[in-house]
């Protein structure tokens, strides 16, 4: 066994969600992220839908962690309903498609491990996000709005 002098430590990091912008994602729907992991591809972000709305039905290769914060959501191929406090395990290999309930917008914090694949009618994939592109998202919408980015990509 190792001593830990010997081991190569690294530091905690923080970051503030008030200090990120909220970018555009689809309709009204927005996110903030808050990690983007270059070497593991995991993203943390927290996303905000607006009541009611529907998102598009996407596959995760990666499992999924989603906790909410605010409001009343779940996916329309599944019978339960995510009340703020709650969590929710999406397993590798999951397919839904999430839906806002109630009257009141949602937000969650979610822990993604690898892409997003949004699927179309045919089950196709028709889109794909993974931390790549939530971080350019992330850079372009900074960049057209005159926001100084956080480098939320080391810690």
Not at 22 to 46: C, D, H, M, R, S
Request: hydrophobic share 35%; with cysteine; proline share 8%.
């Amino acid at each position: 066994m190792k001593d830990l002098k010997e081991v190569k430590a690294y530091r905690a990091g923080n970051i503030c969600p008030d200090d990120l912008p909220w970018v555009p994602y689809f309709g009204e729907a927005k996110f903030k992220l808050l990690k983007a992991n270059p070497i593991t591809g995991q993203t943390i972000t927290l996303l905000s839908v607006p009541a009611k709305m529907q998102l598009p039905a996407h596959y995760h290769p990666g499992q999924v962690i989603v906790y909410t914060v605010q409001g009343s959501w779940r996916y329309i191929e599944d019978p339960w309903i995510s009340q703020p406090g709650d969590m929710v395990f999406e397993p590798a290999g999951s397919k839904h498609t999430p839906l806002a309930v109630g009257d009141d917008d949602v937000i969650t914090f979610n822990v993604v491990e690898g892409t997003l694949d949004y699927i179309g009618e045919n089950d196709e994939i028709i889109a794909r996000d993974n931390w790549e592109s939530f971080l350019k998202k992330y850079y372009d919408h900074c960049a057209a709005e005159g926001i100084e980015p956080i480098d939320v990509t080391k810690f």
